[in-house]
């Protein structure tokens, strides 16, 4: 089964400082899908990147980019700029193509500090 | 992204009661439901997947006889906690998806239950 491991319970950076959280997994499939999920304390999903597995490049969406390296498995979320709003659980999740099944990390719980 | 309506955003309830969830994607049709739990700091539960038609498949340990869900069309999807207890205290969302998003995951505001 795959798994999704984010090894940061709490993370924290100052306000304009660049924060760079970690999250790796575990699959034998070729064909899948990754994802960075913000939950603020509004407590409302809200998607932050996606990365097709295919594609080499990396995500990129605003201050927001990830270092996709497939080989070893891992799924970093860069934050550039910390803005205070970025205050959140950010979650990482797995999905492999032709799956249903999202499995998500345990999370990482990133405050953003003024 | 999609947009999805989940109601109520909070509920109370006395212990042996009944509550119902709804979760309806507003503007793409849901042939597949997930319904999530969340305890405090911790990550999201699967609990059950159900496609619009056909009955719901419950992951190991959740109760299909406690947490009912319906899937009757493919704009709307309820999940009732029956016979509420303290211990079903927790929050609740549900995750539509659609035949044309098929990899996109998107989530309603979630349910904050409170069983007293």
């Known amino acids: 089964a795959q798994t999704v491991t984010q090894s940061q319970p709490e993370m924290s950076v100052q306000e304009a400082e660049t924060v760079t959280l970690s999250c790796t997994y575990d699959?034998?499939?070729?064909?899948?899908?990754l994802f960075w999920y913000k939950q603020p304390p509004s407590r409302q999903m809200i998607l932050v990147i996606r990365?097709?597995?295919?594609?080499?490049q990396n995500a990129t969406e605003n201050r927001f980019s990830v270092n996709f390296q497939k080989a070893a498995k891992s799924f970093s979320l860069k934050i550039s700029d910390s803005q205070l709003g970025d205050t959140a659980m950010y979650f990482c999740?797995?999905?492999?193509?032709?799956?249903?099944?999202?499995?998500f990390g345990k999370g990482t719980k990133l405050t953003v500090n003024p | 992204g999609a947009v999805v309506s989940q109601h109520p955003s909070r509920v109370i309830c006395k212990s042996g009661t009944s509550v119902k969830i709804e979760c309806r994607s507003l503007?793409?049709?849901?042939?597949?439901m997930f319904w999530y739990r969340q305890f405090p700091k911790q990550s999201l539960m699967l609990m059950a997947t159900?496609?619009?038609?056909?009955?719901?498949?419950?992951e190991q340990g959740v109760e299909k006889d406690k947490f009912l869900i319906n899937h009757a069309s493919l704009t709307l999807s309820t999940l009732t906690v029956t016979s509420a207890h303290p211990e079903d205290s927790s929050f609740y969302i549900c995750?539509?998806?659609?035949?044309?998003?098929?990899?996109?995951?998107?989530f309603g505001q979630g349910t904050r239950l409170t069983v007293v």
């Open positions: 503007d793409f049709q849901a042939t597949t």
């Open positions: 995750s539509p998806r659609g035949d044309l998003l098929w990899t996109e995951a998107f």
């Open positions: 159900s496609n619009e038609g056909s009955k719901a498949t419950y």
């Open positions: 999740a797995f999905l492999e193509g032709g799956s249903e099944k999202l499995v």
């Open positions: 699959t034998s499939e070729n064909n899948y899908y």
């Open positions: 990365q097709e597995a295919y594609k080499q």
